[in-house]
Nanobody, 120 residues
Framework: VQLQASGGGLVQAGESLTLSCRDT????????VGWFRQGPGKERERVAA????????IYADFVKGRFTISRDNAVNMGFLQMNDLQPEDTAVYYC??????????????WGQGTQVTVSS
């Protein structure tokens, strides 16, 4: 699996962005997908994860009700819809693939990050 994240940008508070994660290695459906972020001076944290089938979703408390994770195995892509963005959401966002949806340690394959900046 080879992941490429895109869709970041500069937005104002309250606006929305959709991040995309493309697998160019054509093994996307074999893995759970997670979105992680690392803000300035902060440790990396998981934002959301989705199982291989898409039936099992996990969200961090700080994004529940605002972010939606999804995937389309037919086109080897994952998505993170982010609504009502706030300045504290400013971070580099990464997508990753792993064997176990809920196990952060299982995410071994990482894409490059995409910067999300939210101005107040």
């Amino acid at each position: 699996v080879q992941l490429q994240a895109s869709g970041g940008g500069l937005v104002q508070a309250g606006e929305s962005l959709t991040l995309s994660c493309r697998d160019t290695g054509n093994t996307f459906s074999l893995y759970a997908v997670g979105w992680f972020r690392q803000g300035p001076g902060k440790e990396r944290e998981r934002v959301a994860a989705i199982s291989r089938s898409g039936n099992n979703l996990i969200y961090a408390d700080f994004v529940k009700g605002r972010f939606t994770i999804s995937r389309d195995n037919a086109v080897n892509m994952g998505f993170l819809q982010m609504n009502d963005l706030q300045p504290e959401d400013t971070a580099v966002y990464y997508c990753a693939a792993g064997l176990i949806t809920h196990s952060i340690e299982s995410y071994k394959f990482w894409g490059q990050g995409t910067q999300v900046t939210v101005s107040s």
